[in-house]
């Protein structure tokens, strides 16, 4: 089917900067949005960044100015380069794809996620 495969994450002293990749692969007709999640060990997924095929982008408020997500369409995949990072934003972090398929179908697959641990 199709598969998204995240890297990039890991240790990070507070102010540091991390660039997370995320590919897609499989039966991919084509790729509509693709997005940035992270979820914090008890709590919820939330929305990071999210960018259209023709490169829009839109990031929750708290990230602006910081994080630039960014996206290789003939690649298939999409980046997060993240600066000044906080220890709270200490996270498993997941991409995603609203994909269209060689055969029709349109779905939204998620990655396994990548750590991404800001400590000093």
């Known amino acids: 089917q199709v598969q998204l495969v995240e890297s990039g994450g890991g240790l990070v002293q507070p102010g540091g900067s991390l660039r997370l990749s995320c590919a897609a692969s499989?039966?991919?007709?084509?790729?509509?949005?693709m997005g940035w999640y992270r979820q914090a060990t008890g709590k919820q997924r939330e929305l990071v960044a999210t960018?259209?095929?023709?490169?829009?982008?839109n990031y929750v408020d708290s990230v602006k100015g910081r994080f630039t997500i960014s996206r290789d369409n003939a690649k298939n995949t999409v980046y997060l380069q993240m600066n000044s990072l906080k220890p709270e934003e200490t996270a498993v972090y997941y991409c995603?794809?609203?994909?269209?398929?060689?055969?029709?179908?349109?779905?939204?697959?998620w990655g396994q996620g990548t750590q991404v641990t800001v400590s000093s």
């Open positions: 995603n794809a609203d994909v269209r398929t060689i055969t029709w179908r349109r779905e939204l697959y």
């Open positions: 960018i259209t095929s023709d490169g829009s982008a």
């Open positions: 499989g039966i991919i007709f084509s790729i509509n949005a």
